[in-house]
């Protein structure tokens, strides 16, 4: 019973972190910078970048106003199925690692959902000459018609393709384009310590789902 109370504030503490830090500075960011607006965090690798994004992780998009609700459609299945496998995962008091994995990519999933079904609602437009404000009456966009508040900007190198290279020679080549938010990045570094620790993971998993079984049946 301890081992399972654990696991189950592990998994709220986790998702209340992430989603605490992600929607406070969404929400500070919406309501105090002009859409495009920009500043230096740390010298010229690291701004917040004010942009509005109408589909997936990182800025992509696709399908104009339908794919767009199909788009949060498929997000809300996506969190309610990650949600329940938690919860399994809770149930069954998995190792804290793959709790935490979990908890990480739910929590992300969840705050991007967040901004789709809500801030449409509950803000006014953000524009390059207007800053948003809270409204219950006036807001932008229905219900999952919402857009992602992306900030985070890492332009960590920014030079030029050689000019012999075939296609794209003398084009400028800027690494890490991408604008993202603090949602995305606990999706990501959720995958990647999914990706790292995997064997640890699953493997332990299946050994205590193995136990579990023989102690059941005796």
């Known amino acids: 019973m301890k081992s399972k109370n ?17 929607q406070v500075l969404k929400i500070w960011i919406k309501t105090h910078f002009f859409l495009g607006e920009e500043i230096p965090v ?8 004010f942009v509005e994004n109408e589909g997936m992780a990182f800025g992509f998009s696709f399908g104009g106003n339908s794919g767009k609700i199909l788009l949060s459609l498929l997000r809300i299945v996506a969190v309610l199925a990650i949600g329940y496998y938690l919860y399994l995962l809770i149930k069954r008091e998995s190792k804290p690692l793959k709790i935490i994995v979990f908890s990480l990519i739910f929590a992300g999933a969840l705050g991007n959902i967040i901004d789709s079904c809500f ?3 509950i803000f006014t437009e953000s524009t390059y000459y207007q800053i948003a404000s809270f409204t219950l009456k006036n807001g932008y966009a229905p ?4 857009r992602v508040v992306d900030m985070l900007y890492f332009p960590l190198i920014e030079t030029q393709w050689p000019t012999w290279f075939p296609f794209i020679g003398g084009q400028e080549f800027q690494f890490f384009r991408p604008v993202f938010n603090i949602a995305d990045s606990a999706i990501t570094i959720g995958v990647f310590m999914l990706i790292i620790f995997y064997k640890n993971i699953f493997e332990v998993s299946a050994q205590k789902e193995a136990i579990h079984k023989i102690k059941e049946e005796y």
Do not use: Q
Not at 143 to 146: C, I, R, S, V
């Open 119 to 121: 801030y449409g609602l």
């Open 42 to 49: 740390f010298d010229n690798w690291f701004f917040l970048h």
């Open 6 to 22: 654990k696991a189950i504030w592990l998994a709220i503490g986790t998702v209340a972190l992430v989603l605490f830090v992600d």
């Open 143 to 146: 219900f999952l018609h919402g």
